[in-house]
């Protein structure tokens, strides 16, 4: 082999070497904003799980006979927050959250309440931030994956240990209502 020849092999292994290491940074970079994407959802759960305590207090000095809603929040709550993000916990806890924003509805004094309004001002902004997180995650998935899965990064990502990210999925309780802009009555 000549010194020219030897010469063109280097500078294509060099140039397959550079491509390789952009893709690769590309790919973190990707990785990345899913990895941000679930710690946002993470985040607003977790203030969705703080507010709910000071709303059932708030429930109970004007709902005391409503002990078995209360107390079923609260361990919905307690579900939800302890462990992994896990829709059915998450389902659950909305359920119960839905049933102490009824009783609104039969204590005019709870309703008029500015605690209670402020409150449900809060967890309508939680649901809609957490909503938000959603649809941005599920960008950041599908811009990952289709990085992934573009030529030439194709070549490298699986044996660079880049493998396919899931999208946010939503069980059947949440189809339909995520996107929504929750029902809050502040009348």
Do not use: C, W
Request: charged share 20%.
């Amino acid at each position: 082999m000549s010194s020219m020849e030897l010469i063109i092999l280097a500078v294509i292994i060099g140039a397959l070497f550079f491509v390789a290491i952009g893709i690769y940074n590309r790919l973190v970079a990707l990785r990345q904003n899913v990895n941000q994407g679930v710690a946002d959802i993470d985040a607003q759960l977790r203030q969705r799980h703080d507010l709910v305590p000071n709303l059932v207090n708030t429930v109970k000095g004007y709902a005391s006979h409503e002990a078995d809603t209360l107390e079923s929040v609260i361990a919905a709550r307690n579900q939800a927050a302890s462990g992994p993000m896990n829709s059915q916990d998450e389902a659950a806890l909305r359920v119960a959250l839905d049933k102490v924003l009824a009783l609104a509805e039969a204590y005019p004094d709870l309703k008029a309440n500015t605690n209670f309004q402020e409150l449900q001002r809060e967890l309508s902004n939680v649901e809609d931030k957490l909503a938000a997180s959603r649809r941005a995650l599920n960008a950041a998935v599908s811009r990952y994956n289709t990085g992934r899965e573009s030529f030439p990064a194709v070549l490298f990502a699986g044996g660079m240990g880049f493998q396919e990210a899931d999208f946010h999925r939503l069980d059947d309780s949440e189809k339909g209502i995520v996107d929504q802009v929750p029902n809050v009555d502040f009348s």
